[in-house]
C-alpha cells in the first residue's frame, strides 16, 4: 500500500466572519467554526485517502482567542496520522483584519476521519511517514491521544497501550 | 453567591435533518452537529449563569452512530460543574425517525463555557450542587478531565492535580 | 385504533434570534417565527401519528408582543384534536433574554397536518383523549375552529355544523 | 390624509424551490412558503404606508396544493383594506413548472402589518379606495374577518360589530 | 419554430437586502447581487424556451450605485437575443428605501443562458422578434457583444464577424 | 508609494458543492460560483491595499465547464494590475471529485475591486510590478480590456486608448 506524506494532504480553506456567524459580543461563535474545521479537515482526509471521509471523533478543542465579526479566517488541515481505515487531521485556524494584515494562530484541533467506499464500507488508507521533526512530533503526540481516549472510554486496559502507561510513569515520577 | 441544581439549566432543541446539513454518503454532517451543541450547550451555561457565554473549550467528541437525512435530533444540555468563572455543560444528542419512534443516544459531549457582563469581562458563575447519583458521577469525571486538559498542555503539573494523580496510580497499578 | 394523550406528542425547540431574522426595528420576522413554528409542529403531528405530516392549514397568528435579537425563542407544541387523518396542533410560543430569565408567551397558533404514508396516501391518525380540563377546552375550540373555516370557506352549510351554529346563537342573544 | 389604490401596492417576488426548502415528500414546506409570504407582503404594505412595516397578524392559510422542488414560486401581494395604523394585505401564491408553462393558484392568504416611524411607534397610513368589483369584494370580506377575530379573542361583543352580526343572522336564517 | 417577443418572458424577483448580504461598509455584496441577476435571468431563459436553462456566460456588470441594508432591491429581466441553443437576457436591477418611495437603476447586466432537455442536452430556442425601437437595440448590441467575446478568447476572426468588423472601422475613423 | 508583486495577494479559497448550490440538472449554479468568486476576489483585493475593497466590475465570465454536486472547488486569487484607487483581480476555479485527485480548471475571470479607508472614502493603492512572463501577460491584457469597457460604455473616445487603438488597426489589417 501507498505511502504519503502529510504535507501531501494540505488543505486551506478561507471565510469571511459575517453577522450570522457572531454572537451578541460580536465574536465568531465556537460552534460556527468547529463546523469549517470539520469541512475542511474532511477535505484533507479525502485527499489523502481518495475516498469519502466522514467525522469520526473530535480531540479537545480550545477557543481562548476570539475572532471578531468581518475578519478573515483561514484553516489550514492535513493529514498527521493514519491507523488503518482512519486517520487523524491536524487543523490551524488563522484569523486576519485586512486591514492591519498580520494573521494570528487563533486554535487547532484534531480531528479523525474514517474513509468509505462507494458502498458505504470502511476502506483501509495509506499510511504516513512523517519527514520533518514537526511532523514527526505530531506523529507521536497522535498515538498518545488515541490511547487515551480509549483507556477512559473503558475500551482498552493501560496495559495493552505501553506509549501512554510510559507518559503516565514519567509523570508520575516527576510528580515527586 | 447563589447554588444552582444540574436540572435548573436543562434545554432542549429540536432539528430536523435537511438536505445541507448531509455529506455525500446522506448522513448529518460532525460539524453541522457540533454547531447545534454549541448553541444548545450555551443556552444551559446562560440559564445558569444569568449572563451571556461564550465557548472555552470542547472535549472529546465521537460521532460514531451516524444519524440520517429527515431524522429528528433531539439535543438537552445542562451545566454540571461550575468554576469560579466557567462552566462544564453535558449535552446529549439523540436521533429519531418519526415514523419508527424510538429515539436512540448517537453522541454525547462536553463543552465549557465562560459568562461575560455586558462589559464583556468575565463574571463570576453560580456554584453547583450535584444531588442525584448521576449528577455526583458527571461531577467528579468533569474535575479529572479539567486536570488532563491543563496537564497535556503543559500549563500544570500532575502534583498540581491530586484527583488526576491518584487516578493514573489506579490505572498503573491495575495494568500490573 | 390507539388512542393517544396531547402529552405524548409534546415537542420542544429552541432558537436563538440571529441578525438575519430580524427585520429593520432589531425584531424576530413573523415570517421566521412561523417556520419555526410549522417545522415544531410538524414534529408534535409526526410523533402522534407515526407518519411524515405536511402542513394543511394555518389559523389566526397574532404578533402582538415583539420578540428581540439575541432572545431565545422555545416553541412547545402538542396535538390536540384529531380527525380521521388530520391533526390540529397547539403551538406555545415563548421569548427569553437568558440574562434576566423570564420567559413570556408572545405567541400561540393552530397549525393542521395531514398524515402521509411512505406512498405520499393520506393515512388514518389515532384518536385523542383530553383530560385535563385544559385539554377539554382546547378539544372544545378545535371544533369550532373548523367548523367556521369550512363555513367561510362555502365548504359547509351551517346545519352541518351543529356546534358552531349553537354558539353563534348564543352570540346573536347575548349581544341583545 | 392621501388615498391609494390597490393596485398602489402590487410587489411581486419569484422564488425557486430549492432542496432545503422541500420536506421528505420533496414538496416546499409549509413554514417556507409563510416566511415568503411575510415577506412578500410587508412589502405592499410598505410601499402603502412609505413606513417599517411589521407583521401583526395572519389570518387562516390552507394549503391544499403542494408545490414541488424545482418549480418557480410567484408572490403577488396588495393592500385591499387599511385601519388607521394598519393594514390587510391579500397575498397570492402562484406555481410554475417552466417546462410545462402555466401557472396554478396555488395558496391565497391575508397578512396585517403595523406601519412604524423611525421611532418605531405606529403612524397613520393612507386611506384604501376600492375601484373594481373585485377590489370592492375584498375590502368587504376584509372587515368580517377582522370582527370575527376581535369576537373570538374576546376583545370585542358582536353588538359592536353590525356587519358581523348582519351575517351571522344571514346564516342562521339559511340554516333552517 | 415559434417566435417569442421579449416581453413574453420578462421576470421579476424582489429581495429585501439582510444583515447577512452586506459587507463591512453595509452595502450588499456585489457576489450576492450576481447571485439573484443569476436566477432571475435563468427564469427569463426558462420561460423563453420552456426548458431547464443553465448559466454560459456573463458579460460585464458594474457596480457603480451602493445599495444599502434594508432596501428592497427588485430584478426584472427578459430574453433579447436567441442564437439556435443559447439565450442572451437582460437584466435590470432597482433598489428602493420603502420609506422614500424611489426606485434607483443601480445595475444592469446581460447573461448568457443555454436550453437542455431533460436528458441534459441542449435544445433549439424559439427566435425573437424584437418590436420597439428599444427591444430593437438591445437585440443589435446583442451581436456585437458575442463577436467580441468570441474575437478576444480567439475564436474567431474579425473577418468572421462583419458587424463588428464595421464598429471597428467607425471607431477608427471617428478617432481621427 | 509601495510596490507589490502579483503573489503577495494570492487568495485560496475551498468550498464543496452542496444541495442547495446546485441546480436541477444537479450542477453548481453560475451565480453561486460567482458569489464565491466575488469573496475571495475580495480577500486579495484587501491584501495587496490593507483597506475594506467593495466590487466595482466584474469582466466575461464563461460557465463551460460543469462543476458537480460533491465535489471541490478550489478558488485561487490575485491581483494583477493596480490603477490608482481600483485594483483586478484574476480568479481561477478548479474542480475536484476527490475520490479521482484531480483537479480541472473550470473558470477564470477578472473582477475589478475599489479600495475604501475607514471613512467609506476610496483610497490609493500599491502599484504592482508584474515580475514572471504570465505575469507581464496578464498586466498587457488588463489595460485592454478596461480600455474596451470604457470605450463601449462612450466614457472615453478610442482616441484616448492608444493601446486599444493600436490592437483594433492590428485586427483589422489580419482580416484581410
Not at 89 to 103: H, T
Not at 138 to 164: N, V
Amino acid at each position: 500500500m501507498e505511502i504519503k506524506r502529510p504535507s501531501d494532504s494540505i488543505t486551506t480553506m478561507t471565510n469571511i466572519v459575517m453577522p450570522n456567524d457572531t454572537n451578541i459580543v460580536g465574536n465568531l461563535f465556537g460552534g460556527t467554526l468547529m463546523q469549517w474545521m470539520d469541512i475542511c479537515g474532511a477535505l484533507a482526509a479525502a485527499r489523502h485517502s481518495r475516498n469519502v471521509c466522514v467525522t469520526a471523533s473530535v480531540n479537545n478543542i480550545s477557543f481562548a482567542k476570539p475572532i471578531h465579526l468581518g475578519e478573515t479566517v483561514t484553516l489550514i488541515s492535513r493529514v498527521v496520522r493514519a491507523f488503518n481505515t482512519s486517520m487523524e487531521v491536524y487543523i490551524e485556524v488563522y484569523a486576519e483584519d485586512v486591514r492591519v494584515g498580520q494573521k494570528r494562530l487563533c486554535n487547532d484541533a484534531y480531528f479523525t476521519y474514517v474513509a468509505m467506499d462507494s458502498d458505504y464500507k470502511t476502506v483501509k488508507v495509506p499510511a504516513i511517514q512523517p519527514l520533518s521533526d514537526d511532523e514527526k512530533g505530531l506523529f507521536e503526540l497522535s498515538l498518545l491521544r488515541r490511547q487515551l481516549k480509549l483507556l477512559m472510554a473503558e475500551k482498552i486496559q493501560l496495559r495493552d497501550a505501553p506509549e501512554l502507561k510510559k507518559q503516565m510513569e514519567d509523570w508520575l515520577k516527576n510528580s515527586g
